[in-house]
């Protein structure tokens, strides 16, 4: 154990740490795996991005986690079976992509490995009272480093919500060390599963800055996809979305949710939006016959609708902010087309200009929160989100 100690010491204390960071989305499209080199700690940090890759998930890798993902009731004999399975997985790929890269894992100092949300349960959506917010993600750390042989930090969200947060969205936290700009308003508008934001106001005000989740991104229109056209997984360059027609009934009763009235910061997640309310949705036209397309599209317009609404309502958000989107629903150019629609005068643009890959940000942004749990340094970050370290830490032997 002292060895263990001593080498997680000794990492803490170099000038650059090379940190693979692992992200695996309610999407669930694969494990994106990125290799960071990240000089420093809080402020003063640099990041530079040397390898990346998205590792395709398998039907049945799929079929596996979907038996109890975002399920109020699931058979716990398969969850405990999936923690270290996934993690299993997953050690498998970081040690494909090694090979490939023909990197040796122990020029690795850290695994940064977020695991798989299984549910999340802020307390605004279970509104039980008793219980505070809530989320679980899966996919062991012990085993991944074991496995890889690399010392691994995962389980980030937990200390988030010990610290009276909801344990997402976590972005914020490298999001205002990557992109903080003192000239002008940005806002870092990640299209996943889930559709967040984060908001760095000109003057870097810790009183103003904020992330927050605003609704579905990819989640139902994913759903939709996958109940409608198997073997598909999502629609590709919004080819189906793009063929319907929006009915604009069914957009007004899809946003006809108390969640879209809460105040910012909030969370969400798949266990509110899915077939099932679309389904609650669609009982308010008992007597029309709704279209596949058609529903796609509205689908569609129901994600940029959320999203644009919510940007709106940044107190005091310039008209001419810069917005940088990542994440796999920035390639639907129907709701980036509308982001620009309703921001004419914004600078909206990936993140790639910033020479962070907009498929990898979500990973860089775990490697980034991984640093700062071994190398970073108290009051960092602003008292309006949690200020402590995350990650529980998982030795190799």
């Known amino acids: 154990m002292k060895a263990n100690v001593e080498s997680l010491y000794q990492i803490s204390k170099k000038d650059k740490r090379r940190i693979i960071g692992l992200m695996s989305g309610t999407s669930l499209d694969g494990l994106d795996i990125v290799l960071c080199l990240i000089k420093g700690s809080g402020m003063a940090t640099t990041m530079h991005q040397e390898k990346f890759i998205t590792m395709e998930y398998d039907s049945d890798f799929k079929k596996e986690v979907l038996e109890v993902f975002s399920k109020r009731t699931a058979d716990l004999e398969k969850l405990c079976l999936l923690n270290e399975w996934i993690a299993n997985r997953h050690a498998q790929m970081i040690n494909a992509c090694l090979k490939e890269w023909d990197i040796d894992p122990g020029e690795i100092d850290l695994v940064a490995s977020h695991g798989q949300t299984i549910y999340h349960a802020p307390q605004h959506l279970h509104q039980n009272k008793k219980f505070g917010n809530a989320t679980l ?193 920035m390639h639907n150019h129907m709701v980036t087309d509308e982001v620009k629609k309703n921001f004419p005068y914004a600078s909206v643009k990936s993140t790639a200009e910033k020479n962070i890959d907009p498929d990898a940000k979500e990973a860089i942004l775990f490697a980034i929160l991984a640093n700062e749990c071994v190398a970073g340094k108290p009051g960092t970050f602003t008292k309006l989100f949690p200020n402590v370290s995350m990650g529980k830490i998982s030795f190799p032997s």
């Not at 992330?211 to 598909?232: E, H, I």
């Not at 809460?262 to 899915?274: Q, R």
């Open 137 to 329: 993600q899966i996919g062991d750390g012990d085993n991944i480093a074991l496995k890889t042989g690399i010392i691994t930090i995962s389980d980030f969200r937990q200390k988030h919500i010990a610290a009276g947060g909801e344990g997402a969205p976590l972005a914020v936290y490298g999001d205002l060390i990557l992109f903080g700009n003192k000239e002008r308003d940005t806002v870092l508008l990640n299209i996943g599963g889930i559709a967040n934001f984060t908001y760095l106001p000109s003057e870097k005000s810790s009183q103003k800055m904020f992330s927050t989740d605003v609704g579905p991104g990819n989640t139902m229109m994913d759903a939709w996809m996958q109940k409608n056209f198997p073997g598909l997984y999502f629609d590709k360059d919004a080819g189906i979305a793009v063929t319907g027609s929006v009915n604009t009934r069914l957009l007004a009763a899809l946003k006809d949710h108390p969640f879209f009235s809460l105040p910012f910061p909030k969370t969400t997640g798949p266990e509110l939006f899915n077939l099932t309310y679309l389904d609650n949705a669609v009982q308010t036209f008992t007597n029309e016959k709704l279209q596949v397309n058609d529903v796609m599209a509205t689908l569609n317009a129901f994600t940029s609708s959320v999203i644009c609404d919510s940007i709106h309502k940044i107190p005091g958000l310039t008209t001419d902010p810069d917005i940088f989107l990542s994440g796999g629903g």
